[in-house]
């Protein structure tokens, strides 16, 4: 049984960190790319940052040099640093694991709350 399982989203003050991380099981975790993505109420979910298996990043320009996405294959494990946090980064945040052939999977999201 594949597992997504999401962790350490909270409330947090404008221009504070927050670090999330994404704990897979059940998948050969190192061969997938991985993906956190962002759902705001009344938005659709959209992409905020992927990694692949060999390591290559990008980030979605609304976060491009504040949120920064790593991986730890050892640990069947995925991160997201985000800094200088913003009310507009508030949001429900999933982790995603891609394989070619249509594999995918989701976490069940953790929330976000940027907010003085």
């Known amino acids: 049984q594949v597992q997504l399982v999401e962790s350490g989203g909270g409330l947090v003050q404008p221009g504070e960190s927050l670090r999330l991380s994404c704990a897979g099981s059940g998948i050969i975790f190192s061969i997938y790319t991985m993906r956190w993505y962002r759902q705001a109420p009344g938005k659709q979910r959209e992409l905020v940052a992927s990694i692949t298996s060999g390591g290559s990043t990008a980030v979605a320009d609304s976060v491009k040099g504040r949120f920064y996405i790593s991986r730890d294959n050892a640990k069947n494990s995925m991160y997201l640093q985000m800094n200088s946090l913003k009310p507009d980064d508030t949001a429900v945040y999933y982790c995603?694991?891609?394989?070619?052939?249509?594999?995918?999977?989701w976490g069940q999201g953790t929330q976000v709350t940027v907010s003085s």
């Open positions: 995603n694991a891609f394989y070619r052939g249509g594999n995918e999977y």
